[in-house]
């Protein structure tokens, strides 16, 4: 079973956090409950803008895949990193019935990305400073 679990960046440090996302519409204030064991977790504000869900993924590293990294692949033909997304794509299919499918699901976007898949290494995010895309 995949872990459904969240990532955003603290409002008071900037320090990336990892728990259940909880948004409080009426107060438009997001948080993620960092849980330590059954019965206590830590509340911590987060900017909204960062959130981002982990795909169940991991890079060649070890290190886990979220909504909104930056991923380049392990082949000669990635000049540029690809950005993990989240929505509704256009897929094409062999045209027996329709031209194209909509999915909805994690995908990746921008550089090079030709549709294989090779082995992927997070290289940065779309939010810190400085992540060139």
Known sequence: MRDIKFRGQRIDNGEWIEGQLLYDEENNKACIAEYYDDDSAYMRRIVPTTVGQYTGLKDLNGREIYEGDIVEGQRESDEAGVIVTFGVFNVECCGCCYDHHQVVGFNLTGGLYDGTL???????????????V
Not at 118 to 132: L, Q, R, S, Y
Request: proline letters at 7%; hydrophobic letters at 40%.
């Open 118 to 132: 090779p082995t992927f290494e997070v290289i940065g995010n779309i939010h810190d400073k400085g992540a060139a």
